[in-house]
Nanobody, 128 residues
Framework: QVQVGQSRGGLVQPGGSLTLSCEAS????????IGWFRQAPGKEREGVSC????????YYAHSVKGRFTISRDNAKNLVYLQMNSLQPEDTGVYYC?????????????????????WGQGTQVTVSS
């Protein structure tokens, strides 16, 4: 059974940085995609970024491109979302999600239906 755990979020001032981590375990195969999503108050959940394990491909939504970075620590089995230059509109609950694949995957999308296992979500608040 795949399980997804997330680190705590926090309160950050505008312009600040925060790193979230996601630990997915219990994979039967070594191929998976990781997606990061967020849900602002009163809004629908939206995709932010995703990672494909086959070649470490990463993709970013226009709203976060150039500010957010996904990286992986194989030794610790963690995927990070480094968030820089945070703005109040980045406030929301952030979710990590994953789907495993039998074959290596070299492409991902931040489409919720393409992910099977979800973390518990963590609050990120950007405010002065």
């Amino acid at each position: 059974q795949v399980q997804v755990g997330q680190s705590r979020g926090g309160l950050v001032q505008p312009g600040g940085s925060l790193t979230l981590s996601c630990e997915a375990s219990g994979f039967r195969f070594k191929n998976y995609n990781i997606g990061w999503f967020r849900q602002a108050p009163g809004k629908e959940r939206e995709g932010v970024s995703c990672f494909a394990s086959g070649d470490n491909s990463t993709y970013y939504a226009h709203s976060v491109k150039g500010r957010f970075t996904i990286s992986r620590d194989n030794a610790k089995n963690l995927v990070y979302l480094q968030m820089n230059s945070l703005q109040p509109e980045d406030t929301g609950v952030y979710y990590c999600a994953t789907r495993e694949y039998y074959n290596p995957t070299y492409y991902c999308q931040w489409v919720q239906e393409q992910y099977d296992y979800w973390g518990q979500g963590t609050q990120v608040t950007v405010s002065s």
